[in-house]
């Protein structure tokens, strides 16, 4: 019997679940490694499942797949688009999307794992999978680890995952190096001194003092990061008061701050906080601000030697200029923690999911930025084929170059 992929997927995005609730996610998973009768343990940090392929001697390959879905309503007008509610951390009843394509991730990972296991005298070596929640909270690999998943599980030789993204599906884009940037959100708290807004003399304003802060950390990517290198710094939220003639006490400012490396990010940093703590200093307060880091996430980098060698596999298997080098991208990812927690290379790639007509179309007439959905958007919608396909097969030729080869499908034999 073999799992009719098309028709999981379908399941899947019908039913999103939000991040650390994948709950039904995980049991499906789960009841198709039992029809693959491979032993594997759920619960791992909270709702995540890890399993594993014992084949013989060789490399230990990791290949991982997210499990969460997003508060977004879906707007794709689909048959099968989802019509689910769930409830987030605040208690407040959202509409959930898998608008990030993790539901296709599950399903081309449940697929990779029925083709290594049919095809076991072909190879030798030990494939653990990864069904990890959490990612869109960056959170779920680092619980994994925490509840032990390093050590209940064979430590990697590498590991390996692929996320969708809107290429024309059939398309795969790696680059060496640094794939996607490390991330860390702060909340930043302004102390000021309250009083009435008839007498600012007798108050120290926190949000003249945010205003401030906010222009003054334009200045940090702009005037001191080199202009050759990539660095972003967002101020999402601002707050402060809750009335026209009350000077409030303090201000509250929260920011998203992107870079490609940890050099980078040292660097990036230390300037924020030096303008956070001089601003404050300029305004008289009297009171430090308080700086806290909500979530860090390391950079994404592709380790060069795997990453040439990943890259031949897949145009030797699906023909050249399949490969495309997509730059940097500015968003961030948990996938790393389970390499840099055990020193083992990191190989992460994007596939695509556009309909390759509509991107020829949209690339011709440069909307590709307007007309193509992006991952997170309520209208994000892969086609199926060849993207399901792609996605298994990419997941099995990666585990294939970096497993031994056995039988008569060994080079040397
Ligand atoms: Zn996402
Ligand atoms: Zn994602």
């Known amino acids: 019997m073999t799992i009719d992929l098309e028709a999981l997927y379908i399941d899947l995005h019908r039913h999103p679940e939000l991040s650390f609730q994948e709950t039904r996610t995980a049991g499906i998973v789960t009841q198709r490694l039992t029809e693959l009768g491979l032993e594997f343990e759920e619960g791992v940090g909270r709702t995540g499942v890890a399993t594993v392929i014992r084949n013989g001697d060789g490399p230990v390959i990791w290949l991982r797949a997210d499990m969460d879905g997003l508060p977004v309503e879906e707007r ?57 929640p959490a990612e869109e909270y960056g959170a779920g690999a680092q619980a994994m680890i925490a ?11 590498i590991v390996l995952g692929q996320h969708l993204t809107p290429l024309p599906a059939g398309t795969i ?53 080199d202009p050759r290198d990539v660095a972003v710094v967002t101020v999402g939220s601002i707050h402060a008061g809750l009335k026209n003639n009350i000077i409030p006490a303090e201000a509250k400012l929260e920011l998203s701050l992107r870079y490609p490396d940890d050099e980078a ?45 990943l890259t031949a596999a897949f145009d030797g298997a699906f023909g050249q200029g399949t490969v495309v080098d997509p730059g940097m991208f500015t ?36 909307t590709l930025e307007r007309d193509i959905p992006t991952n997170h958007s309520p209208f994000f919608a892969p086609v199926l084929h060849p993207t399901i396909e792609r996605g298994v097969d990419a997941l099995v030729v990666a585990a294939r170059e970096f497993l031994s080869a056995s039988g008569s499908d060994r080079p040397e034999a």
Not at 192 to 206: A, E, K, L, M, Q
Not at 279 to 303: C, M
């Open 76 to 132: 794709t007008g689909l048959a099968y688009a989802s019509t689910a509610r769930g409830v987030d951390p605040s208690g407040t009843d959202v509409p959930v999307m898998h608008a990030c394509g993790h539901d296709m991730h599950v399903t081309c990972l449940l697929g990779a794992l029925e083709r290594l296991t049919q095809t076991k005298d072909e190879w030798s070596g030990t494939v653990v999978a990864v069904f990890q």
């Open 147 to 157: 509840d032990g998943v390093l050590d209940r599980f064979p430590r990697p030789d």
């Open 173 to 225: 884009g790696v680059r060496s190096g640094t794939q996607m940037a490390a991330s860390d959100g702060l909340t930043v708290l302004l102390y000021g001194r309250g009083g009435h807004g008839s007498r600012p003399h007798s108050t120290i304003d926190p949000v003249v003092m945010a205003a401030a802060t906010v222009m003054r950390l334009q200045t940090v990517v702009s005037r001191e990061v």
């Open 265 to 309: 990010r040292a660097r990036v940093l230390e300037k924020v906080e030096r303008i956070v703590r001089a601003e404050a200093a300029a305004s008289g307060a009297e009171q430090e601000p308080l700086i806290t880091t909500d979530h860090t996430l390391p950079p994404t980098i592709n380790d060069v030697a795997a990453t040439e060698r």
């Open 331 to 366: 968003g961030s990812e948990d996938v790393s923690w389970f390499a840099r927690e055990t020193g083992a290379p990191l190989v992460y790639w994007f596939w695509g999911g556009v309909d390759p007509a509509a991107y020829a179309e949209a690339s011709a007439a440069g």
